[in-house]
């Protein structure tokens, strides 16, 4: 793998470590979404090997294939996570970074608490599947998480702000923007929002699930705030000034987004369930799903696909995916913002399918509409795994061409 790029670094880089793991997320869905847990709002080690032992073949391959895409895509998140850090402490003693921090590419640096709230998502959820008896002291756990995502919360405040200070004062460039480029501010915030969803959503102490939706409710208000104003900022200098072709990928920036803003509105709402019955009146019967929730979630999905599909109509006619994704001649750390929508579809989609349909009554589970709905994601997932690691080879590994001339630069 490419090391010491000095000035060469991007932070965005860090989307590397945030595709894969984002795909760890995505194999947990497997025990989400298809292993029975009634006693228990997410699947714990338990009731995972218990479906092992009394389920048919398709539950046994999708246990078998959850346990080993999970922990392989975990892994690699570490790995490129370490790998970043060490580059990003490099580039920091670097005039590149002095430029940066007063260009619009200083938003980049919202990349950084963007992937660790993904390390702390995938860490909890792999070690809800991988630690026996975990879920017996998972409450105790809850004020930590609290801590966890508000310190990467923080992070981001403070990125946020002082790049706001400066751009407000004048420094934003709307000629030097030429994408969507910003909208990675919203991304971080809504990694956080939905961070603090998850003590919302499992927590039985009423004021750990209060703080959870209040720091949910605070940071998602914050993400759709900035994606509102990024994205006509973006639009505005696409019109006036062109969509600069390394930049052609940000147009796909919002597919993930929505999924995390999806997600964060299912957790909350779960949350405020469990608030509904420390109340007054008591325990209540909750439905697990409604109406509501599957026309929230079609909308959610139908956008998804349409910033999806011009976003695929321009990459594909400016020749976007030919030369920064399948060629190892050019490279562009921006070219990684691909996976991450890729890996919000399909997540998306195994909630649309479970939260939506089935527990609607739209489709019975394990019937044939069923196994052919899951091909769905599972056909996304497929193709973002090429994609990621075809990236990762063409523009990171020693077989890249700027692998070669950082090689011929470091030996000169």
């Known amino acids: 793998m490419i090391r010491n790029l000095g000035e ?9 470590a945030l595709g894969f793991g984002g795909m760890a997320v995505f194999f947990f869905m497997a025990f989400m979404h298809i292993t029975p847990h009634p006693e228990t709002p997410m ?3 338990e009731s995972i090997t218990g479906a092992y032992a009394n389920g048919d073949s398709f539950m ?3 246990i078998i294939v959850g346990y080993v895409g999970m922990i392989a895509m975990l892994a690699i998140h570490i790995g490129l996570l370490i790998w970043n850090f060490r580059e990003f402490n490099q580039f920091k003693h670097t005039e590149a970074y002095q430029t940066l921090k007063s260009t619009n590419a200083e938003v980049t640096l919202m990349a950084i608490p963007l992937t660790l709230g993904m390390t702390i998502n995938g860490a909890f959820v792999a070690a809800l599947a991988l630690v026996p008896g975990l879920w017996s002291i998972i409450q105790s756990l809850m004020p930590l998480a609290l801590l966890a995502y508000g310190s990467v919360g923080v992070l981001a405040l403070v990125i946020m702000t002082n790049y ?3 751009i407000i004062g004048g420094g934003f460039s709307f000629e030097a923007n030429g994408g969507l480029n910003q909208l990675i501010a919203a991304f971080s915030m809504s990694m956080v929002a939905v961070g603090f969803g998850a003590p919302a959503a499992m927590g039985t102490n009423p004021l750990i699930v209060m703080i959870g939706v209040a720091g949910s409710m605070f940071f998602g208000f914050i993400s759709v705030l900035l994606f509102g104003v990024f994205l006509v900022a973006g639009v505005m200098s696409i019109m006036q000034y062109g969509l600069a072709l390394p930049n052609s990928a940000t147009l796909w920036l919002a597919v993930p987004i929505l999924t995390l803003y ?6 909350d709402r779960h ?4 608030l509904m019955d420390a109340g007054p009146a008591g325990p209540q019967e909750h439905a697990q799903s409604s109406v509501g929730i599957l026309l929230f979630l079609t909308f959610m999905m139908l956008a998804q696909v349409a910033f999806l599909g011009l976003g695929y109509v321009v990459m594909r006619s400016n020749g976007f995916f030919q030369k920064f994704v399948l060629s190892r001649e050019e490279t562009s750390p921006v070219a990684f913002t691909l996976v991450c929508p890729g890996v919000g579809l399909s997540v998306l989609s195994m909630f649309y399918i479970n939260t939506g349909l089935i527990q609607n009554g739209l489709i019975e ?5 069923y196994y052919a709905a899951l091909l769905v ?3 996304i997932a497929a193709a973002t795994l090429w994609l990621a690691f075809t990236l990762f080879r063409n523009q990171l590994s020693s077989a890249s061409k700027f692998a070669q001339e950082q090689k011929v630069l470091v030996n000169a």
């Open 271 to 274: 949350g405020m369930q469990t």
């Open 43 to 45: 699947p714990t080690f």
């Open 60 to 62: 046994r391959t999708a």
């Open 377 to 379: 994601p599972a056909t």
């Open 8 to 16: 060469k670094y991007s932070p965005l880089y860090f989307l590397a």
């Open 164 to 166: 706001l200070r400066r």
């Open 365 to 369: 589970k394990f019937s044939g509409t």
């Open 262 to 267: 999806s997600i964060t509105v299912l957790r």
